[in-house]
Each structure stands twice: as C-alpha cells, then as structure tokens.
T-cell receptor
C-alpha cells in the first residue's frame, strides 16, 4: 500500500525556524513535492526532491532521504503569511496514477 | 497568462441532482486530474487523464464521471450516486511523464448540498 504521514498541526513564532516532517511508503519513487495551501485556496508548488540531500530556495529548504523514506521542509525567518497547510506529495510508479498526497500540516505563525 | 480555470467557485446541489464542475487549462498539458479535499484532510484522487479520450479511475471514483474530449478540458460530473458530495474539488494538470514537473492547480470549486 501507499502511505504518507505528516504532523497534523504545528505552531511557531514569527522570525523563528520550523521543520515540517514527512515520512512515506510508496510503490516506486519518482520524486517528492512540497506544496503550500492557504485556507480555501489551491495548493502552490514549493519544492521538488528526487535525489538525497538538501534543496534550498530562499527562506524555504527541503531535504530528502530515500533510504529512510523521509523528507522535511524547513522554513526560516517565519512570517505571518506563512500560516498555511503544507502538503507533502510523492510521485510513485506510473506518475499521475501514483501521485499521492499526505494529509497536510497546518502551521500557525504567532506574533 | 497560462493557467487552470475552474468554475463555478461555489456550487449547490439538490438531492437526486447531477452537477458538473468545469476545468479548463491553457498550459498545453497532456495530463489532468480531479481531487477531492475534505476539511483537515489531504487530497484524494477521483479521476485522471493522461491523453485525450482516455481517463482512469483514482482512489474514490464511485459516484463521479468525467470526459476528456479536448486537451484543454476535463469536466467532472458529481452524480446522485455520490451520497456525500460536500467537499472542496480541485482540478490539476501537469506535463505527462516528466518526473520533476509539479501539478498546477485551479482555484477549486466548493460543492454543498441544499
């Protein structure tokens, strides 16, 4: 079967750093995506990892360990506008057929 | 600008009624998808299409139907057989077969029962 786990909710303070974890078990692996979704809006693409290691994009970084089935999204210098849900998604075999989303982590940034 | 357009933004369904959600994209993407999102949950795949005139069931296809007569369009019909249709519906598209290409999403349609 296929399964992706993320913490349900997290809280952090403006200006701080937060790490959102994602563990996965999927049939095949063709990459892991992170999306940001504000309430009532469409998910927007943040990052993509297919090889082990860290990918950095401004205030956001994403890490992947394929052997451990583990990824994290690191958000630095948190801003109030970062309050949103963060979705981890894995592309397994057959691409679209096996594009599985995790339940999402709702992040609240407090002043 | 290129993108995905979903309409309507809000939709209400009466008991026993079929309703159709529209999804149009001008990104020249081959693959299109429909997801359902319930409060506090992730996205669940309803149907997807990799090419015109072909589509495949996802994890929760029962009570839904789709068509793909044009590359740009992938409408979703929520039939009366879907007993719990209240949810947020998202349409997405992507470049077919490219592992590093993310899915692009429309703004969603929120469906409620009257």
């Amino acid at each position: 079967g296929q399964n992706i786990d993320q913490p349900t909710e997290m809280t952090a303070t403006e200006g701080a750093i937060v790490q959102i974890n994602c563990t996965y078990q999927t049939s095949g692996f063709n990459g892991l995506f992170w999306y940001q979704q504000h309430a009532g809006e469409a998910p927007t693409f943040l990052s993509y990892n297919v090889l082990d290691g860290l990918e950095e994009k401004g205030r956001f970084s994403s890490f992947l360990s394929r052997s451990k089935g583990y990824s994290y999204l690191l958000l630095k210098e948190l801003q109030m506008k970062d309050s949103a849900s963060y979705l981890c998604a894995v592309m397994g075999d057959n691409y679209g057929q096996n594009f599985v989303f995790g339940p999402g982590t709702r992040l609240s940034v407090l002043p | 600008d290129g993108g995905i357009t979903q309409s309507p933004k809000y939709l209400f369904r009466k008991e026993g009624q079929n309703v159709t959600l529209s999804c149009e994209q001008n990104l020249n993407h081959d693959a299109m998808y429909w997801y359902r999102q319930d409060p506090g949950q992730g996205l669940r795949l309803i149907y997807y299409s990799q090419i015109v005139n072909d589509f495949q069931k996802g994890d929760i296809a029962e009570g839904y139907s789709v068509s793909r007569e044009k590359k740009e369009s992938f409408p979703l019909t929520v039939t009366s057989a879907q007993k719990n249709p209240t949810a947020f519906y998202l349409c997405a598209s992507s470049t077919q077969g490219a592992g590093n290409q993310p899915q692009h999403f429309g703004d969603g349609t929120r469906l409620s029962i009257l």
